[in-house]
Every structure is written in C-alpha cells, then in structure tokens.
C-alpha cells in the first residue's frame, strides 16, 4: 500500500535515477541534453537559453555550463 502512494507516474523512470550528461544527444558537452531528460524539458530551449544568458550575462552562463560538464558524472 505505501508502494503505490508514493509513486509518482508523471514523472519518467530516467528522472528517479538522478543528473546525468547525455553525451550520445549531445551537441558539445550533454549538458542540455542531460538538464532536459532529467526535467522533461525541450532541449533546443535549453540551449537558446544557455547562449542568450552567455551573451547577456557576460559569460556567467558559460561559466555555470562548464563547471556543470566538469562536476557531473
């Protein structure tokens, strides 16, 4: 009984299993790719807003992506 109450079906199996980079989907680093499997958001946006946050944060979003490449897995 409290196996089914704390099931969550919204969520994808791959979600439970924690961060990872998804370096086949990729482009660079998976960094977007991983964030996206891992909260079930389009990719393509990741990305967009990863290289506008560079251009207009002076780089800071540059920094966040590859200290997220160097820490994860």
């Given at each position: 009984?409290?196996?089914?109450?704390?099931?969550?079906?919204?969520?994808?199996?791959?979600?439970?299993?924690?961060?990872?980079?998804?370096?086949?989907?990729?482009?660079?680093?998976?960094?977007?790719?991983?964030?996206?499997?891992?909260?079930?958001?389009?990719?393509?946006?990741l990305r967009v807003v990863?290289?506008?946050?560079?251009?207009?944060?002076?780089?800071?979003?540059?920094?966040?992506?590859?200290?997220?490449?160097?820490?994860?897995?």
């Amino acid at each position: 009984m409290n196996d089914l109450r704390f099931r969550d079906k919204s969520r994808p199996p791959t979600a439970r299993t924690g961060f990872r980079l998804d370096k086949v989907n990729g482009k660079i680093g998976g960094v977007c790719a991983g964030l996206g499997r891992h909260f079930g958001l389009d990719v393509t946006m990741l990305r967009v807003v990863f290289v506008l946050g560079t251009l207009i944060g002076f780089g800071s979003f540059l920094l966040i992506y590859l200290a997220i490449w160097l820490l994860a897995d």
